[in-house]
């Protein structure tokens, strides 16, 4: 061990537990609770506080893991996590980790790692061509889709202030970003860290689907012209975190054009769902965005994280984060340094679990999952709009459903806010299932998500007789 | 195949396909060329430009990853790798890796994975304290260093300007932010990215041994103020990127004191130098600092990406970041929502690494690997300084070494520049080991760095010989 696990038999041990550990936890997941069934500060209170002096041989971490992590964690990949967006991330995306692991490259410049860049854009490309977009796009990889969309309001940015990188803003115009009242809060987030503020976001009002309306936009742009405000990007939503709704983004991009406004679409969740043909109506004209995110840790059974962001101007990219010192000058000539269009310079190798997920399931294979998920989804819609007791909040385009318990009894709103959260918390205590909960249109909603490839009938089946068990029992 | 590779048998197969790889990887590496020995656009052109329609057998993505990736990989994992910081993805740190991505949870809050949240509690006070600074601060782990000064920038920002994060910077002061000549390119791209502006850092000069001149960050302070300029943030480094410099904190933090300015160290680097008790001194005052960055994937054998951001003040970062939309509220007393101290609301199980790592090594494994890497540079460093055609350009306090080719017949910076990027470029064609380049006080420097577990005297004396042969072979 003094050798510091470096050699052969070390690896062939430490690798062999591991796999070992992943086989066994993947073969019970679905027998533990959903939620992990703990309390704040348990597992801190558990540990040592202080780190170990001497080495530990790998059976004590092994057992550690098993009997105070395991209880700890809330588990995403059991059939019945339907909480959020439900995700998987697939044996063949996590063996493409642990290669990644194993090679532990940094692909902050091409010739750090030829592999790693040149493989981030060719897979990043089939990606984008599986969903029916430009292939030619330029594509990069992100840890996740709030890192991508504030990259590419920074990029938006520039080319709204030229120069802003150098000058920064005090002294500079406002500018304003637009998107509905539905779009994810990492875009408040990114106008927080650009500088430009929270106000500087204007949520546009949605139409009774939850979709921006275009009228609402138009007339917030004017606004703000009038204003002396300058308009600088809108983020369009395709699949909004609570109601997956899709924003009308041929009609957005029209706008946009026209109004010379860098167009940013979302479609973190929803971009995979055009994997399978009968879903590519949702990316209609983002063909026309500027930039554009989609995250195949979500529904693209590739383990987090991964968000690939793609762009039609990367020497918008180039303008708003390229900054080469010395120490990091090259002199290759055709090679891409993915560090000029981001600002994080340590660049894990991504695109390996990406690659294998495609190579494993292929188009087609992709697409089955996703229909098989959609249609789980749309029957757990049927039943809840073949009950007396639940309703339907929003539409189900894809792979979740917004729902709530609302007996004849109860008519206040805040009533059946009181009743649906002690619903949802007896449910997820049960531990068969976890469902979370947003807000539409000032209703409380319960969110159930089908995103995980063990998630079958059978598991919509008891998620929806434990909420009826448990609002039968509930005393209100 | 078509059930979606979630099979027992499935896991098997790939779990097993992997360790193999992985094994005979880290057996063979030591043979291969350390750098990439490619074009730009090879494996590109290698590749399908379509992703496949249907599933492919594993063994064809693991023949296409030995055939066509490994050769367009420059292996970190090389004993050779001496460029830039070496390091080290150990075996401890890899299994953690793939049991991170095994779980692939998302703990963005503390109930979607209790266990994340906590276990990164623990590990990144456990580093704190084998760094000997404030086990109590509070620390969470970032993907990048460049990521983690841009937090604790814009943590600073909002102390500075509270409300600049609803309000924006459009109208505010004009803000500076203050570092070494010899810092890390990621302070003028935090500063870029928080709309400061490039312009708002101010590089103050360093000594003769590029450690930032305590007395011109004072003069740039006062010249500041005096123009009504708003001083918001230091930035130290400890550990410069080039010739790892250690900037005086004492009496910078003194400084910021009296002028109540934030101060960010930045110990990415050396910081796990620290854990050897001889190399405390390096992080003499840090305990004053504001928020402080050291990474374990840098130089505590830790896979890419471990980035531990520390802070005194928690609250200053739940002021700049913290944004709840209904669908994240929680009702947990007493847990700690990491998404509410940062911007990215992802957050994947970094802390199983470093975990392993800790207990794999024990504290005093960590520091004997440390003192072995300090000791090979400084022996590195006799060899170049007892030579009559070479000279050392910086100080070897910790495991790197800065020098060139000085052969007594030429005498222009020009001509030794050329002649130093010639012979780097030689030797690194050769693909016995790596070394990269630096510019120090206008002088180009060989830039060697050790911090691979694997490199040892032998290679180091490989590096040595190969220098003296190319230069030998060199027509000037």
């Known amino acids: 061990m003094s050798e510091g696990w470096s050699s052969a038999s070390a690896w062939d041990e430490l690798l062999d537990l591991a796999r070992r550990w992943v086989l066994r936890y993947q073969g019970q997941v679905r027998r533990l609770p959903v939620l992990a069934p703990v309390e704040p500060g348990w597992l801190a209170s558990q540990l040592p506080p202080a780190p170990p002096m001497d080495p530990e041989p790998p059976e004590a971490w092994f057992a550690d893991l098993e009997r105070l992590v395991l209880p700890a964690v809330t588990h995403w990949n059991h059939p019945g996590f339907l909480g959020y967006f439900g995700i998987t991330g697939s044996a063949p995306g996590v063996v493409g980790e642990l ?57 938006a940015r520039e080319r709204a202030v030229p120069g802003v990188r150098d000058l920064g803003l005090a002294g500079g115009p406002q500018l304003a970003v637009y998107c509905s009242q539905e779009a994810h809060s990492s875009v408040d987030k990114a106008a927080m860290v650009l500088g430009l503020g929270r106000q500087a976001v204007r949520r546009i009002p949605t139409d009774q689907h939850f979709r921006m309306r275009v ?33 009308p983004v041929p009609a957005i991009a029209e706008l946009c054009q026209r109004e010379g406004i860098w167009l940013h679409v979302d479609a973190a969740y929803a971009g995979s769902a055009a994997v399978a043909e009968e879903f590519r109506w949702a990316l209609a004209g983002c063909e026309r965005a500027d930039s554009f995110v989609a995250n195949p840790h979500k529904w693209l059974f590739t383990p987090l994280d991964c968000s690939c962001l793609y762009t039609a101007h990367p020497q918008a990219f180039r303008a708003a984060y390229a900054l080469v010192p010395a120490y990091l000058s090259t002199e290759t000539p055709g090679a891409l340094d993915l560090m000029d269009y981001t600002f994080q310079l340590g660049r ?129």
Request: hydrophobic share 45%.
């Open 348 to 476: 894990r190798f991504r695109a390996l679990k990406l690659w294998f997920v495609f190579r494993a399931f292929g188009i087609r294979g992709l697409a089955e999952q996703i229909r098989r998920h959609v249609g789980l989804a749309q029957q757990f819609a049927r039943w809840v709009g073949q009950s007396c007791d639940f309703e339907l909040l929003a539409p189900v385009p894809f792979s979740v459903v917004n729902f709530r318990w609302h007996p004849p009894r109860l008519q206040e709103e805040s009533a059946l806010e009181k009743a649906n959260r002690q619903l949802l918390q007896a449910v997820n205590r049960r531990g068969e299932v976890f469902c979370s909960h947003t807000v539409l249109r000032g209703r409380f909603a319960l969110h159930l998500a089908v995103g995980n490839q063990r998630t079958d009938e059978e598991v919509l089946r008891t998620a929806w007789e434990e909420f009826q068990t448990c609002a039968a029992a509930l005393k209100l």
């Open 215 to 247: 009228d609402g936009l138009e007339a917030a742009v004017q606004e703000d012209r009038r204003r002396g405000v300058l308009p600088m990007a809108v983020v369009a939503t395709v699949g909004t975190t609570s109601s997956t709704s899709v924003d």
């Open 99 to 155: 290669i990644a692991a194993a090679l532990n490259v940094n692909g902050m410049l091409w010739k750090t790692c030829p592999a790693l860049t040149e493989l981030e854009q060719v897979v990043t490309s089939w990606y984008a061509q599986a969903m029916g977009l430009p292939g030619s796009w330029f594509g990069m990889i992100a840890d996740t889709a709030s890192t991508s969309t504030l990259l590419a309001l920074g990029a």
